[in-house]
Structures are given as structure tokens and as C-alpha cells.
């Protein structure tokens, strides 16, 4: 068996009331020559990323998906959409990740199963627990932060360093204290969008068990929380390569085993699969 502790949360953490910072509420500013070398680093980070995703046939310019939505979470019922525009450039290995899920489908049915008032709503769970288990452990390596967290910002959930997989969240706010802790936005949700993603469902908060949807997918989640809202399709817009044949083959290999771990509140649940 598995265990949590009392968050069991993989994501952001909400700004604590006493302090601005993620951690502690210590915060230090960089000397000024010590920022400039590290913005001129994360430059051509960037652009040497953005040359070798070209090459592996990702978008290097932004482009957009649509969101359909089961806001109900009725299958059946009555749906609306948002668009949220894609930029490389922001995050390079964020945007080349989205576009390996959106081209795969694997969030399909997926539910926001973490829903917090004020602050953002987590997704990105496949509802396949073996669509899930394939891709929990292929984590993508952390993009300086470009783009702030602020309103209709997209960005993906982690638990630390090179964490990222494929939760995501939508701040339903300016929370630009999560950009201190590494949090890299890499899409924005277009015109008035974000009046759709306001309606997601939050009345259950943060009480799923994010390691019971790992292992379990959408039969724990519509049994125990059966309102939640979720992702019908997203479809990419035009001009965006094809998948490759590496991207179809991933969700069709399963790992064999599922590291997770808690840092600064944030958990992943360890499981043998």
C-alpha cells in the first residue's frame, strides 16, 4: 500500500498570508551582475532549445488549442470551450511536452480534480490508470521562468527539480509568487476564455487523492466525486507539426516503477506498478 501525508498534493502551493515567498517566507535579491549572467544564460538556453525542438519537429512559434469542457461533469451535457495560445518561447520544454499531449489525447476525460477559489485549478492526470503509469515517470527538465503566473496563465504542476510530467494548472489569479519557486508559465488563455474556466467545478477543493486517481483514473473519481468538471478533447490549431511516431509510442509503454516525493508540501505517492 501507499501512503500520504496530510496534503498529498503534487502542485502549487497556496501563498501563505504571513509572507510573499513559497518557502518560509525568505526572500533574497540577486546581486545585479549575478541576474544579468543568469538572464543572459537562460537566453541561450532558450535558443539553443528552441533550434533542437525545430529539429525534432515541435513548434518553435506560438500556437494555439481549444479546450472543450464538461463543466457538469455529465457526459452528455451541455459543454463550452476556451482557447489557450501555446509560446515556445516562454518555455520551451513546457510547450514541446503540451504538444506531446495534446497530439496523444492522453487528457481526453481527464478531470480538474483539484479546484482552489482564488488561486488555480489543477489537471493533467490521464483518467487511464495505465495511460497514467506510462507517463508519470518521464519527467521533462525545468524551463527558466519567462512569464509570470499571473491570470489566465497556464503552467505545469511539479514537486521540485525536473519534475514536470503532465499536470497542469490555470491560475485563476496573479500569483506571481510562484515564479520565484521555478513555476514557468508556457500559455495563456485567449480573449474571454477565462469566464469558462471560473465555472470549473471547486466544490470538492483539493479532496481527491491524487495517488488513488493515479492508480484508480476516472472509476475513483465518478464514483467518489462525481461532479467534478473535465477536459472532453483538445485540439490543436493549425501550423503544428505532426505527432512523431516516439510521441504515439510513449502512452503504449508502461513504466515499471513510479518514484514521487514531498517537497515543500507538495507529494507524489511511491508505488510499485
Not at 69 to 88: C, N, Y
Amino acid at each position: 500500500s501507499s501512503h500520504f501525508g496530510s496534503s498529498g498534493h503534487f502542485g502549487p502551493k497556496s501563498q501563505p498570508a504571513s509572507h510573499h515567498c513559497f518557502k518560509e517566507g525568505r526572500c533574497r535579491s540577486q546581486p545585479r551582475s549575478a541576474l544579468t549572467m543568469a538572464l543572459l544564460k537562460g537566453f541561450l538556453v532558450t535558443s539553443l532549445l528552441a533550434a533542437a525542438a525545430a529539429e525534432e519537429g515541435y513548434a518553435t512559434s506560438p500556437w494555439n488549442a481549444t479546450f472543450t469542457m464538461d463543466l457538469d461533469g455529465k457526459p452528455g451535457g451541455a459543454q463550452e470551450s476556451f482557447t489557450v495560445r501555446i509560446h515556445p518561447e516562454w518555455a520551451p520544454e513546457g510547450a514541446k511536452r503540451f504538444q506531446d499531449i495534446v497530439s496523444s489525447g492522453i487528457l481526453n476525460d481527464a478531470r480538474f480534480f483539484r479546484v482552489v477559489p482564488g488561486f488555480m485549478a489543477q489537471f493533467g492526470i490521464p483518467g487511464k490508470p495505465e495511460v497514467a503509469a506510462a507517463w508519470q515517470s518521464k519527467n521533462i527538465p525545468d524551463d527558466p521562468v519567462k512569464q509570470s503566473n499571473t491570470r489566465g496563465m497556464m503552467t505545469f504542476a511539479m514537486a521540485g527539480p525536473n519534475t514536470r510530467t503532465t499536470q497542469l494548472f490555470i491560475n485563476f489569479k496573479d500569483n506571481s509568487f510562484l515564479d520565484s519557486q521555478g513555476f514557468p508559465a508556457f500559455a495563456e488563455v485567449l480573449g474571454d476564455g477565462m469566464q469558462v474556466v471560473d465555472k470549473i467545478q471547486s466544490k470538492y477543493r483539493e479532496q481527491p487523492n491524487q495517488g488513488e486517481i493515479q492508480s484508480e483514473g476516472n472509476t475513483y473519481l465518478e464514483a467518489q466525486f462525481p461532479e467534478l468538471s473535465y477536459v472532453s478533447s483538445i485540439v490543436q490549431g493549425q501550423g503544428v507539426p505532426a505527432a512523431t511516431a516516439a510521441t504515439a509510442a510513449v502512452q503504449q509503454k508502461p513504466a515499471s516503477k513510479a518514484s514521487f516525493l514531498t517537497q515543500t508540501g507538495i507529494m507524489r505517492r511511491t508505488s510499485a506498478l
